[in-house]
C-alpha cells in the first residue's frame, strides 16, 4: 500500500514557476514507477510527467516538454514536479500517482495508486 500527499500547488502568473511535491509512504517506494498527471474543468485527465523506480528514466507530454522536469528523492520517498515558464493553459488540478513496476508508463489507468490532487492556477 503507498500514500501520496501532493504539495506545492498555488496561485501564479504566466511565465512563472512552481514546484510541486508528492511525499509518498511505505517502504518499497522505490519500487515504483511515478507519475503526474493533471485535470482541468470540463476536461480528461491528462499525462504529463513520469519517471522510473531509479529516476534514470523520464517521459513528458508534448505540450509541456522543456518546461517541465520531473525528479524523485528515493532515500526521502519524494517525487517532485518543477514547472517552468507556466502558461494559463497549465491551470488544473495535479495529481501524483505510483505506478508497481520499474519502468515508467504514461497511461493513467496504470497507476495503482493516486493522491488527492494539489490546484494550480496560471493567470495571464
Known amino acids: 500500500q503507498v500514500q501520496l500527499v501532493e504539495s506545492g500547488g498555488g496561485l501564479v502568473q504566466a511565465g512563472g514557476s512552481l514546484r510541486l511535491s508528492c511525499a509518498a509512504s511505505?517502504?518499497?517506494?522505490?519500487?515504483?514507477?511515478m507519475g503526474w498527471f493533471r485535470q482541468a474543468p470540463g476536461k480528461e485527465r491528462e499525462f504529463v510527467a513520469t519517471?522510473?523506480?531509479?529516476?534514470?528514466?523520464?517521459s513528458y507530454a508534448d505540450s509541456v516538454k522543456g518546461r517541465f522536469t520531473i525528479s524523485r528523492d528515493n532515500a526521502k520517498n519524494m517525487v517532485y514536479l518543477l514547472m517552468n515558464s507556466l502558461k494559463p493553459e497549465d491551470t488544473a488540478v495535479y495529481y501524483c500517482?505510483?505506478?508497481?513496476?520499474?519502468?515508467?508508463?504514461?497511461?493513467?489507468?496504470?497507476?495503482?495508486?493516486w493522491g488527492q490532487g494539489t490546484q494550480v492556477t496560471v493567470s495571464s
Open positions: 519517471i522510473s523506480w531509479s529516476g534514470g528514466s523520464t
Open positions: 500517482a505510483a505506478h508497481r513496476s520499474a519502468a515508467w508508463v504514461t497511461q493513467g489507468g496504470s497507476y495503482d495508486y
Open positions: 511505505g517502504r518499497t517506494f522505490s519500487s515504483y514507477a
